[in-house]
Structures are given as structure tokens and as C-alpha cells.
């Protein structure tokens, strides 16, 4: 059996793998629901799927005893979290990974490439696995266009194109989605021409979710029953070129239970070592699991031909320590690119909020100037109140002129108290006032100083009023032009991500009419061919009949001669 890395047994949507980490994975990134057809392929970072540059596990010295890593494994967890992503949408349970089944349905890709569906020599490769049970086996593929580059790690959306045709079949996806598998095994083949993509699915009653050396030199494996009526009763180790030749063999004594979940742990102790020796375990199981003496001295005899074999794994790390270092690798990674990605984000909040700060206190001192322009003007009218009230109570005599400074001073008084009033109201108090004085000082119509001195103060009031309504408005106008800005922009946006999902949608929409035209044409060469083998077969027959009917006819003829000689020496 070809040695390759392996995830761990449950694909769940988890990070880097099989246990809980590619369901944080996508949410991290931002990726849509991925299980459906509708998955945009594109939100996939292709880097991610080669081996990270900062992490070289290749050539780590702890790991030199163990075999290469598989090239395929991210894209192998990616498509196992497609297909756990939507059977969880439609509330069916997850698909454990079928080691051996991994590396039967990459052996039947392979062969594909070159040859017809046969089911035969599927059946040939599953047995050459020892894979256990009845498995469907599902085939997508994508054709490639020529000036794509025919490594792993670009093909990689091919081959998820290659599973959407699956997805789009009915047949199919209704294995897919049967809720009676609970096993799967994927196995991917390319070419100059088409990507391949085999999924293998089975159901069994065991699933195994860890197997792993401990200090001590014992081998502990960790499985889970999947059906309640079976509980796990002996482990078996054999040879995989031939299964006859057993390693080693251990029954409940070696067995413990943890009824609340119905999880097994078996301690294997071998006097020779196992891992990567082109060995499989085989898990029996029996019923009626509460009578099985687990974890209690027995002398009674193992006989596994009496009991259900339900599922082989290969004697291998599993999952294996350098998937899960590659996985928290993977996992750390992205969370400082998210943890960055958060920072900037904040870091352009807080500018925008200081720029907006500074533009209110902008407005909020233009506005303070203006008040205190008022204000300058309202000190000088108080100082001039004051003077005239001075000059009443000392009861000095005025001249004509500081009647009229009086008068005029006393007029802007009476306008800087009626700041919030109408300009009617404002001529009307000072004329009234003129009127008043002109009666008590006996003196005429205003002189002209006065007439100046109170346009210029209805002047400044008009002008302070005016600024401060265009302020007002201006920052009306500003809020309202923000407003519409944002919607703007979101009605952009809007437009960005539907232009993006309409390209990315007719992308996917072709690849799959190109992946169902080519099926459809090998559908057809398929037909034809067989036409062409039965019309072959069929003249053969005609041919072989024919020969037969001529052979018939001489025997016929050669025997009434016969006859005929008989009867002339009777006479």
C-alpha cells in the first residue's frame, strides 16, 4: 500500500483538517456557505494550498522516519468539507474518511484517465485495499484548458468543478446526500486533458478517530461505534499484501468502553514494530456489546471467523502529527492576518473620527468668531449706555453737538437690545426714539451722523444674522450630502458585489456546461462505441451462423449420397 499522510477520521469543517478546524477556516476568511452548488470557488486562497515557506516539515528531523506527505491532502479536506458542509445544511451527520477507500479511489482515478468505467476492475482495486463492504463510487471530472499550468495547486478549482458536477447530477448527489453512508474515500488523477475526481462511499459500523504510539512502545487506537447494536470486540493486525498472515490479535481484556458516547480504546503491545510496515488493523465487532467483559482478564479463545469484521485502517499515525502541526500552523496564520486586518480597519475608523472631529471643531470656531464679533459689538454699545447714563446723573449741561452723539449712542442702545427682532421693528424703536428726543430737546429732524451711525449698526446685525444662517444651512447642506454619500457608496458596493457574483457565477455556470457537454459527449462515444461492439459481435454471429448453415447443408448432402450408396449395394 502506497504510504501517504492522514487526516483525521471526522471531516468536519474544521482549520487545517479533520478535527474542528475548517469550519473556523471559512468563517476566518469569509467564505460563504461552501457545501452547495452555489459555492464561489474563488474565495479559496490558492497559496494555501501548497506547503507553507515557513514551515518545512519535509525535512524536520523528529519526522525523518516518517513517509513524505501526501501533495493532495489540503485539497482532500477541502472537498470532504464541501460535502459535510451541505449534508449539515440538510441536517444529516458527517462523513468519516475511509483511509483505505483514499487510496483505492486515487488508484481507479489513475486508471480512468486511460480507460471505460468498469466495475470489475473498481471491484479489483477495492479488494486490492482490503476495503470492506459495498461502496458507491461516484467519478467527476473537468476538462483543462490548455494553458493551464498541470500542478496540484492551480488545478485545484478544477477539481472542485470536478466534484460540482456530481453535485449537479441527481443520482449522484443523492448518494451524496444518503443518509445511510457514513464513510468516504477521495482520490484525484490528472492529465493533459481532464482532472479526475473519485469518491468512494461506504457504511460501517465502526469508524476509527485516532491511532497513535505512546512512550511506552503500545499502539492505542480510538474508534467509535457508529451502530449501538455491535460493540467493538477484537483488533487484528495482518500483513496487507496477504491478510492470512496475522501480526498480532487482542480481545476485550486490551478493550476499554466509554459507554456515554460509545467510544472504544484498544492497547495494542507488539514485539515488533508495526507502524509503516505495510500492515493493516482489522476491527471485529460482535452483538450484544453489554455482555462483552470489557477490561477483565479472559482466557477464552479469540476466533475472529465467528465474528463481524467491520472496517480495515492502515497501521499508520492517524491523523498524522505533521497534518497537525501544518494545521495550527495554518490556524495561527490566519488569525494574525485577521488580528491585522481587524487593526487596520480600526486604524482607519479612528482617522476618519479625528478628520470629522476636526472639521466640526472647524465650523465650532467659525461660529464662536462670529459670536464674539457680536459681542465686541455689544460691549461697545454697553460702554456708550453707560457714558449716557453717567452724564444724566451728574445733571451737566450738553451742547447741541453731545446731544447728538446722545441721541446717536442712545439709538444704537436701543438696536443692540433688539438683535432677534425684524428690521420693521428695529426702524420703528428708533425712529419712535428720535421722535422722543426731538420733543424734549425741542431740536428737528436727525442729523445725518445719526442716519449713518445707526445703518452701519443695522449693518453689522444683518450681516452677523446672515452668516449665521448660512452656517446653519451649510451644515444642513453638509449632513444631507453625507448622508447621501454613504448611500452612494453602498449602492456601489452593492453593484461591485453583484458584478462579482454575476462573473463568478457565469464562470462557474461555464465550467459546468463545458463539464456537462463533455459528459454528454462521452455519454454518446460511449453509446456509439457499444453500437460499434455489438454490431461487430453481432456480424461475427451472422458469420459463425452462416459457416454452421453451409456446414449443415454438406452433411446433408454427403449423407444422401451415403444413402443412396447403402441402398445400391443392398440391391
Known sequence: IQMESQEDSRISPSPGGVEDSAMEQMEEEGMPSPGDEEYDEEEMDEEEMADEDGLDLENAAEFAHLPPLDPMRKIRRELAYLINSQRLREGLSELKIDYLGNYAATEYAEYLLTNKENEEKAKEIMNSHLLVGDHKILEGYALLEEDMTKDPTSLFHMFVDAHGLLMELGEERSIIMGKEYNHVGIGFAWDEDYVKVVELYSTKIVSVSNLHSTEEGAIEIFSQLLNNEWGLYAIRVCDSADNKKEKLLIGPPDITLEKQNMEFTAVLKPQEELLYSDTVAELYVRKKWEKIPYAKPSSDKIDVRHLELAIRVPMELLPDPRVLMEDAYDRERREKEEEDKRAKEESMKAAENEAKRLRQEARKME?????????????????????????????????????????????????????????????????????????????????????????????????????????????????????????????????????????????????????????????????????????????????????RQARCTELKNWFKEFKREIAKNAE
Open 367 to 547: 461660529v464662536d468668531q462670529l459670536i464674539r464679533k457680536g459681542d465686541q459689538t455689544d460691549s461697545e454699545t454697553y460702554k456708550t449706555e453707560t457714558m449716557s447714563r453717567h452724564a444724566d446723573t451728574a445733571g451737566t449741561h450738553r451742547t447741541a453737538e453731545e446731544e447728538k452723539s446722545l441721541a446717536s449712542a442712545q439709538k444704537s442702545i436701543e438696536m443692540s437690545r433688539s438683535v432677534g427682532s425684524s428690521k420693521e421693528e428695529i426702524q420703528k424703536e428708533g425712529e419712535e426714539q428720535v421722535e422722543g428726543e426731538e420733543e424734549e430737546e425741542g431740536e428737528g429732524e436727525t442729523s445725518e451722523e445719526e442716519e449713518e451711525g445707526m445703518d452701519d449698526l443695522k449693518s453689522d446685525i444683518e450681516m452677523r444674522e446672515k452668516l449665521i444662517e448660512t452656517i446653519r444651512l451649510k451644515e444642513l447642506e453638509y449632513e444631507e450630502e453625507k448622508t447621501k454619500n454613504g448611500e452612494l457608496q453602498k449602492h456601489i458596493a452593492l453593484i461591485h458585489y453583484k458584478k462579482n457574483i454575476t462573473m463568478t457565477q457565469q464562470t462557474m455556470n461555464e465550467h459546468r456546461y463545458l463539464n456537462t457537454l463533455a459528459n454528454v459527449n462521452q455519454v454518446r462515444l460511449k453509446l456509439k462505441q457499444t453500437q460499434d461492439s455489438y454490431n461487430e459481435m453481432a456480424k461475427d454471429l451472422q458469420k459463425k451462423l452462416n459457416d
